[in-house]
Structures are given as C-alpha cells and as structure tokens.
C-alpha cells in the first residue's frame, strides 16, 4: 500500500471524497459469492469429506444439485397451484401466483436461484433445459389464453418473468415500504396487461 500524502491546507473535504470514491469502487464492483466449501457441508453432516466425495465429485457439483433441488421446489409449488384448473387464463393467472408465493416464502432460495446463482461459476445450461420450463409453460399458456403467436408469446412470457422478478425482489428487499397494493393484486395485473400484448 503506499503512503498518502497529506492534504494540503484548506482541502480537508478532499480525504472524505477520496473514500467515498474508494468505497464506491469496492461496493459498485460485482461481489463473488462465498461458496460453502466441501469440508464445511461434511462438518454440517457430521462425516468425513471423504463421504461427501462418494456423492459429489466437486464443490460446484454439489452447489448445482442445491440449485435443481430449489428449482424442483418452485415447480412443484406451481404446479400445485396450477391443479384442476382447465382455462389457460386461470392456469397462467395460477403460475404467476405460483410463482411469487414461493419467492416470498423462500426468500434464500428465491435469491439463490435469481439473484446470484449466475455469480457462482456454475456452469450454463441450455435453453432446452428443463430449468426454462417456466418461461416455455408461460409462453404456451400466452399463445392458449390470447391468441398471441408463439414468438410474441416468448417474448411476452419473458416480459412476465421480468415484472414477476421485480415484485418477488423488490418485496424481499425493501420489506418497509408501505405498498399501496397487495402482492396478489399487482401479479394479476401484470398478468393481465402482459397476456395481452400490452
């Protein structure tokens, strides 16, 4: 580290925007998620490491399995709600509901899953894989529901995803905020309007 020279005479308000330019640049540079390592989940378990390599042949193996298993968690959720329903307005009124309910009740998984696991080197999957079952269900319950084509339907079922994301994250992260409507309300409309092409 070198030394800092000293201010000079009547610059005393120059340190204080130094450090807050410095901390700025230390908050504002994307953050690396601290990965709970092998010997840690052992110890949690009360094995060896060695017990843990029989199922798991590395770290991010191990993190990719707890992200399939918060993704089976979400679709399950949905999936239950979507159950007996027939009309495609009610079944995709049913997955946003879904959708945001789980979000709200598994606030750490919910941000695993949309928050940060694209920080933790995981490797990418495919667009046919099934984690965009989500966007392709959406997509296919848009085009039954409103008549819309299937590449307006995509379109807007990503449209969805990203105003849902924004309700689930912003309830998460600002809990204070007095909102003027309730959460069921506004994934309804948002629902509504995008389902249309709005």
Not at 88 to 107: I, Q
Not at 114 to 132: G, K, M, N, T, V
Not at 152 to 161: G, N, P
């Amino acid at each position: 580290m070198t030394k800092r020279e000293p201010n000079a005479r009547g610059e005393g308000d120059q340190l204080r925007r130094d450090l807050v330019d410095a901390a700025s640049r230390l908050l504002l540079s994307p953050q690396s998620i601290a990965l709970p390592s092998l010997r840690a989940v052992a110890r949690a378990c009360s094995v060896s490491p060695a017990a843990v390599y029989l199922h798991f042949a590395s770290q991010q193996a191990l993190i990719s399995a707890v992200i399939d298993a918060q993704l089976d968690r979400l679709s399950e959720h949905i999936r239950a709600r979507m159950a007996g329903l027939e009309a495609p307005s009610e079944r995709l009124d049913a997955l946003a509901a879904g959708y945001v309910e789980w979000g709200l009740a598994h606030a750490g998984g919910y941000q695993l899953l949309f928050e940060s696991a694209d920080r933790l080197e995981i490797p990418e999957h495919s667009d046919d894989d099934d984690r965009w079952d989500l966007i392709h269900n959406a997509a296919a319950l848009v085009i039954a529901a409103g008549g819309i084509g299937p590449d307006e339907a995509s379109v807007v079922a990503f449209r969805l995803w990203a105003a849902l994301h924004g309700i689930v994250s912003l309830r998460l992260h600002k809990s204070d905020v007095l909102w003027p409507t309730t959460v069921e309300h506004e994934t309804r409309l948002v629902v509504a309007r995008l389902s249309r092409g709005d």
